[in-house]
């Protein structure tokens, strides 16, 4: 059954970039009573994840690099849930919510943008040790794990525990994994003067690479330079190599290297959100929703999508796709909503072409890398480039100033380094204190600390320091 009412529906799936900047750009585009836009997503914010690195490191307030969709979508519908499954065929767009029965949205026009999740594989250990990093929740956890563990290696006097609790392992080397992991090395490495024993040189990071160089996304020299500055900073870059194993923490790498790591990093790659498989639309060999120039869906007229989880032609390149990036989301979003409105007025659509700028990549406070049109830089002058771009890309005033006062109190205190992994169990202490109540024995603070000191270790396993 087709769905039809006076006013056309949009139902955007995905407040991500792809998702977001349309709807910021219909708001403007579209004329009163023109159309109604309902936007879908899990959460009620959309992140920018270039910054996730920054905040994970703690130069950025984590809530200043999320915007929330309410706000800045005052003209939109904002629905939170989950898109379980989209169909061409009755239009209708089928949402669990996060609570209460689920709910069919009609549309008239699709957005289809969930964006994509981490690609892994099924090497043994790796679900129940690893973790991503492309949500702000996961930035945070690892901020609050890494300073968990020197917390635990100041303190125990097992040297085992200590040596696990002070080995970082990431696995893939593109741009995300190498600004995740120099972004927290440098955090470490600055955070380690205040735990009692702990010097720079007791870290041990990994950097695993299946193929023979980091950072695709740049030039081999920019590459090769970055590599050399990971070495300097002690840092193990071991290319051609393969995690084959991580059970119960023990990494097994294919060069015969074995050893425990508290903290695995999976940053291997993205591969398109699932919800793609479990819709009608029509997919490539890689599992992305095949969209024509103008950034519709092959065989529609009504539906569009862009992002990672599309496989758009890149009209500079012939027979290739664009890559998956920030940079291709934002302007492909900005061409979807305006061929959307033109489809609704009976316009013309015009093709999506951008030819790829290049790339710039945060290295740890002061140090970056980038190429961007031709142009090498290295250190400080990458690392500002880096920041103004991102700066400039960031959506509303109010969140580049809240950033840009994030980065101007950096610049003149200490980092924090308060581990705070205890926020994702508030009742904790409350469950403790009514269990102690129970048992009706008030035990000495002495003794208090003694009884929780063995689940200490396997917490900041958990990643709950
Ligand atoms: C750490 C990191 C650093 C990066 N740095 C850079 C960089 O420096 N430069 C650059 O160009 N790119 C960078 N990228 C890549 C860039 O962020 C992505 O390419 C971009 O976010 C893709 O936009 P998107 O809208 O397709 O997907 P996303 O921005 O991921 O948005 C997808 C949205 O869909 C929602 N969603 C998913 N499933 C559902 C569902 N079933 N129902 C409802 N909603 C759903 C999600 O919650 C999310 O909000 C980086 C990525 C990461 C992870």
Redesign the pocket.
């Known amino acids: 059954m087709t769905y039809r009412s006076s006013v056309p529906r949009i139902v955007i799936?995905?407040?991500?970039?792809?998702?977001?900047?349309t709807a910021l750009r219909l708001q403007r585009l579209l004329r009163p009573g023109e159309a109604r836009v309902t936007l879908?997503?899990?959460?009620s914010?959309?992140?920018?994840?270039?910054?996730?690195?920054e905040a994970a490191a703690g130069n950025l307030e984590p809530r200043h690099l999320v915007v929330s969709l309410r706000a800045v979508l005052p003209r939109c519908e904002i629905v939170s849930?989950?898109?379980?499954r989209v169909c061409l065929g009755d239009r209708r767009v089928h949402?669990e919510l996060h609570e209460g029965p689920p709910r069919e949205i009609p549309y008239d026009y699709l957005v289809f943008?969930?964006?994509?999740?981490s690609r892994t594989l099924p090497i043994p250990g790796l679900a129940e040790c690893g973790i991503g990093?492309?949500?702000v929740e996961e930035?945070i956890h690892l901020r609050n794990h890494v300073l968990g563990c020197l917390d635990l290696a100041a303190s125990t006097i097992d040297e085992t525990v200590r040596r696990r609790a002070l080995t970082f392992v990431f696995v893939g080397a593109g741009?995300?994994g190498v600004?995740?992991l120099a972004e927290l090395e440098d955090m470490a490495r600055d955070a380690c003067r205040y735990f009692d024993g702990v010097r720079t040189c007791d870290m041990r990071w990994y950097l695993v690479e299946a193929t023979g160089r980091i950072m695709p996304e740049v030039g081999e020299d920019m590459a090769e330079w970055t590599l050399h500055q990971l070495r300097r900073r002690g840092i193990d870059v071991r290319l051609n190599t393969r995690l084959e194993s991580a059970v119960d923490h023990h990494i097994v790498l294919s060069d015969g290297a074995e050893f425990d790591a508290d903290t695995l990093v999976w940053?291997a790659g993205?591969k398109p959100?699932p919800?793609t498989a479990s819709c009608d639309l029509p997919l490539d060999a890689k599992g992305r929703v095949r969209v024509t120039p103008l950034l519709t869906v092959e065989g529609t007229d009504y539906a569009f999508s862009?992002?990672?989880?599309?496989a758009v032609p890149d009209l500079t390149n012939p027979g290739a796709t664009t890559a998956?990036?920030?940079?291709?989301?934002v302007r492909q979003?900005r061409r979807l909503a305006e061929n959307l409105v033109a489809t609704l007025r009976g316009e013309r659509l015009r093709p999506y072409r951008h030819s790829y700028a290049g790339?710039?990549?945060s290295l740890g406070r002061y140090k970056g890398v980038a190429q961007v049109y031709g142009m090498k830089l290295r250190g400080f002058p990458a690392w500002f480039m880096?920041r103004t771009y991102?700066l400039s890309r960031m959506p509303t005033l109010n969140r580049k100033a809240r950033i840009l006062m994030d980065w101007t109190l950096a610049m003149f205190f200490r980092r924090e380094i308060v581990s705070m992994g205890a926020l994702a169990e508030p009742r904790r202490e409350f469950e403790y204190a009514a269990g102690a109540g129970a048992r009706q024995a008030a035990p000495a603070a002495g003794a208090v600390r003694d009884e929780r000191e063995p689940e200490r270790a396997e917490r900041v396993r958990a990643g709950r320091p």
């Open positions: 799936v995905g407040g991500g970039f792809v998702g977001t900047y879908v997503d899990v959460d914010y959309m992140t920018y994840q270039p910054f996730l690195p849930g989950r898109a379980t949402v943008a969930p964006g994509s999740i990093f492309k949500t930035a741009y995300a600004e995740a940053t993205v959100n919800l862009a992002g990672d989880c599309a998956p990036s920030a940079q291709h989301a979003a790339s710039v990549a880096h991102h």
